[in-house]
């Protein structure tokens, strides 16, 4: 499996940026569809964004969908998530995950590895 380490959490303002990244490693990250999740207190998982082991096609949740943008970069090993005129509710511990091959999923269990996550807050 690929081993994931999220990084760029932390503390905004409504209306503020943030940008997630996703280091991969252990496997050749090309093979790998990613996706991010997140969940806020109380809550179950969600999806948030994915995008193909080739970068052909993403798939965003529609909450998420004109502030998110998720891209990757094959020679770094990383995914990002820029996250623009984040809201309060968009507070949560996000996670990046992969998947072997496979389409742009937003079914969590079509993933079998996750990062750790980080924590978005967005203060209102």
């Known amino acids: 499996q690929v081993q994931l380490v999220e990084s760029g959490g932390g503390l905004v303002q409504a209306g503020g940026s943030l940008r997630l990244a996703c280091a991969a490693s252990?496997?050749?990250?090309?093979?790998?569809?990613m996706g991010w999740f997140r969940q806020a207190p109380g809550k179950e998982r969600e999806f948030v964004a994915a995008?193909?082991?080739?970068?052909?096609?993403?798939y965003a949740a529609d909450s998420v969908k004109g502030r998110f943008t998720i891209s990757r970069d094959n020679a770094k090993n990383t995914v990002t998530l820029q996250m623009n005129s984040l809201k309060a509710e968009d507070t949560a511990v996000y996670f990046c995950?992969?998947?072997?091959?496979?389409?742009?999923?937003?079914?969590?269990?079509?993933?079998?590895?996750w990062g750790q996550g980080t924590q978005v807050t967005v203060s209102s």
């Open positions: 995008i193909s082991w080739s970068g052909a096609s993403i």
């Open positions: 252990g496997r050749t990250f090309s093979f790998y569809t």
């Open positions: 995950a992969a998947r072997l091959w496979g389409v742009a999923s937003g079914d969590d269990k079509k993933y079998n590895s």
